[in-house]
């Protein structure tokens, strides 16, 4: 442990009440001994701006300005700061130079991990499997508040249609009942059931509203959609999340129906803060209040900080606006003192509930980070989240899984071999170049001949978070010789698809084939040799129509973190039995998109004997692949599906039989259709689903409660209904491929 002055335990016994009272009593009690300039500081967010250790800045840098804020108490958060000994360095400032010692939170965007990396969020998205993505955000927790962290920016759960965004990579998928799911699972993860446990750390729900949903799937974008997709498909992981008891929200950078979320009062104040009761704290995103100007919807800063204020946002991340402007606007009655004051008294508490008051050097261990970060603990659990994250999309002719011993496989493309690009996007704490690479992985299986070439490149340059991967468009160096290296083996293994970097935020794109010359060398490599194993990585569906007619085998392996090659070699091995479902559609083309399951009929659904139906002219309307989508090594057969009404709902079951010959997880699944409503319902929506182990030949009987949480809907003013009539429900393996059956219901 940092060593801690006795001057700084003198101090805090003085400054902290007794344990005695209340947190809300607590916060009151600080809250009446605070200046005003106080208050908002408490307001205010800085990114790190110096080496906590290193000289003190000096001159008049912006880095000097922030450092005097900080002595002055002006400074209530701080984010990108990291690692025990600077955080302990600056929240020694805070406790010991300020007039009242209110310690520091930091906050990082702790994703999909800390410096060890799990499967970025969409593919545990795809395991379907709430238990292991509460876990992994767990050990993203433990390993993260080891670092001296107490707040991830994170979970973010947008829920988005269109793959051309890159953020896809960062969520949870296209469906809000899955979404919910995963959102409070992932709270809870972060959480745990104390926060003053000094192994959790606050979450923080984003981007609140509509974000994923950005006009043409391009980032920052303007949203512009009903409110019935806005109270029934965008809003319900936010709800999730605050039900699960999450301590913050982070709204989001577009407009909602021309009024910027950061502004928006209607979204914070009335529906979060006021028809939710969500008491936690309300954080902008990057400068988001800043950009208020730029939207054209305030003045000057200033009045951003008015806007922004007034509507609901407690903490401003970057943009200077409170720190500089709101009390000057408190002193001319602008702003009303009691807006302030509600924000601060959310911040206070917060910092309550961690445990800060009580010991500002909780998260300072230095034996702790060492012991944690990059633990047995947490390489084993990224390792078996990353296996079930994998979904087999495709397997004629049983090409997998491969045998262990006397064959000649040939591994092919230049992702085989990284071992940066598995780790993903947003991973800022991670260390570059330490994934397992899918080559170590299959290496490790020693008893077959492996031979790896890497074939023309995918990308070149360099890997950079804050500029674009370079992709190759000409160099067709070393194709031939692959090509050659193909005709001899007895099967060909070839890792394909996006860069880390390729998707995340800043990473929309318009087109969702594979990069560069990456379907070409395919093509060339299947002509020489039919046996081909597809295994993709990527941070978001990719259109890829002729592999799927094409490539015997297919796998979606995305990007899957610090364990990627063990986890994709224990699949293609078959220690492991593939189980992951897709979170969201993958089109035909990047025509088709947005594209998802639960869409609505629209007044002309099908084939009519003249054009004029609801229709692509040059493709089918389905998709390449459904939502929920995902195979085995064996099958299932779904049979029996029964349904029993009550005056609650209706029960409903489904026998699955294991009809082939290995042991697997089935994820079954349950849609519904509320058929006639007053207003109009999606063809099919997800309403529950359950992940079963059966063995061969076994038959299981599964049984879902469909109640009124399942079964009604918001109105387009935001009231939860329930509606009697007829409704068709559906059971099955994925989206498509369902048992069906109507049933009348008459609620009393």
């Avoid at 009404?645 to 699955?656: C, K, L, P, R, Y």
Wanted: aromatic share 10%.
């Amino acid at each position: 442990m940092l060593k801690i002055s006795t001057f700084t335990i003198i101090l805090l016994f003085i400054k902290i009440t007794v344990h005695s009272q209340s947190i809300d009593q607590k916060v009151e009690d600080l809250l009446s001994r605070m200046t005003l300039e106080e208050k908002v500081g408490q307001m205010n967010q800085y990114n790190g701006f110096w080496k906590a250790t290193g000289p003190v800045p000096e001159g008049g840098s912006d880095a000097k300005k922030k450092y005097d804020d900080l002595r002055a108490g002006k400074v209530g958060s701080m984010l990108s700061v990291r690692g025990v000994e600077d955080v302990f360095a600056l929240q020694k400032i805070a406790v010991e130079e300020t007039r009242l010692g209110i310690p520091l939170m930091f906050g990082f965007d702790v994703i999909h991990g800390y410096q060890t990396q799990s499967p970025i969020p969409l593919a545990e998205a795809a395991s379907w499997d709430m238990e292991a993505i509460e876990r992994s955000a767990r050990l993203a927790a433990k390993e993260a508040s080891a670092a001296g962290l107490t707040w991830a920016f994170a979970p973010m759960i947008d829920i988005s249609r269109d793959a051309r965004w890159g953020r896809v990579m960062e969520g949870g998928g296209e469906d809000p009942f899955l979404g919910s799911k995963i959102a409070a699972a992932r709270v809870r993860g972060f959480q745990g059931k104390d926060l003053t446990d000094p192994s959790t750390i606050a979450a923080c729900a984003k981007h609140f509203a509509g974000y994923g949903f950005a006009e043409a799937g391009k980032e920052y974008n303007t949203v512009d959609f009903g409110t019935s997709t806005l109270f029934n498909v965008s809003l319900p992981p936010f709800k999730a999340a605050v039900d699960a008891g999450v301590s913050s929200i982070m709204n989001a950078f577009n407009e909602l129906n021309g009024v910027p979320a950061t502004g928006d009062s209607w979204l914070q104040r009335d529906i979060l803060k006021g028809d939710w009761g969500f008491e936690g704290v309300v954080l902008s995103d990057w400068a988001s209040i800043r950009e208020l100007v730029v939207h054209g919807y305030a003045r000057d800063r200033a009045h951003a900080a008015e806007i922004a204020a007034k509507a609901g946002s407690d903490v401003d991340m970057e943009s200077y606006a409170y720190v500089d402007h709101l009390v000057d606007l408190v002193k001319e009655g602008t702003v009303p003192i009691e807006v302030v004051e509600d924000a601060v008294r959310r911040v206070l508490k917060m910092k309550f509930k961690l445990g800060l008051f009580d010991d500002p050097y909780r998260y300072c261990s230095v034996e702790r980070e060492q012991a944690v970060t990059g633990s047995n603990e947490i390489m084993e659990g990224v390792l078996e989240m990353a296996k079930k994250s994998i979904v087999l999309l495709k397997n004629e002719g049983n090409l997998l899984p491969l045998k262990k011993s006397g064959q000649k496989i040939l591994l092919l493309g230049q992702l085989a071999e990284s071992k940066n690009s598995p780790l993903g996007s947003w991973r800022l704490a991670s260390i570059d170049h330490t994934a397992v690479s899918v080559l170590e992985g299959m290496q490790a299986y020693s008893d077959n001949e492996l031979k790896y070439m890497q074939g023309p490149m995918a990308y070149k340059g360099q890997e950079s978070f804050l500029q674009p991967i370079m992709v190759n468009e000409s160099d067709k160096t070393g194709l031939k010789e692959a090509v050659t290296a193909a005709v001899d083996a007895d099967v060909v293994v070839m890792v394909l698809g996006e860069h880390g970097f390729q998707s995340g935020e800043g990473r929309s794109i318009t087109d969702l084939s594979l990069p560069g010359l990456q379907e070409e060398f395919l093509k060339a490599v299947y002509k020489a040799n039919k046996n081909v194993i597809l295994v993709l990585n990527n941070g978001r569906p990719l259109a890829i129509e002729w592999a799927a007619e094409n490539i015997p085998a297919i796998v979606e392996a995305w990007q899957l973190g610090t364990q990627t090659g063990h986890a994709v070699a224990s699949v293609l091995y078959g220690d492991y039995n593939p189980s992951g479902k897709l979170p969201m559609t993958f089109p035909r083309n990047v025509g088709q998109v947005p594209i998802y399951y639960n869409h609505k009929s629209t007044g002309r659904p099908f084939p009519q004997p003249i054009v004029f139906w609801s229709q692509y002219i040059d493709v089918p309307n389905s998709p390449l692949f459904p939502f929920g989508y995902g195979l085995s090594y064996t099958t299932f057969e779904y049979s029996e599906l029964e349904t029993k009404v009550s005056d609650d709902g209706v029960e409903v079951s489904i026998n699955v039989t294991n009809t082939g010959s290995m042991e697997g997880e089935e994820i079954v699944q349950v849609y519904i259709r509320d058929k006639i409503a007053s207003v109009t319902r999606p063809v099919k929506e997800l309403k529950g689903f359950s992940k079963v182990s059966i063995r061969p030949g076994e038959t299981v009987t599964l049984i879902f409660k469909l109640g009124r949480a399942e079964l009604g809907f918001y109105n387009n003013q935001g009231k939860y209904v329930v509606e009697s009539g007829a409704y068709d429900i559906m059971a099955g393996g994925n989206s498509r491929d369902v048992l069906s059956q109507e049933v009348s219901i008459n609620w009393k």
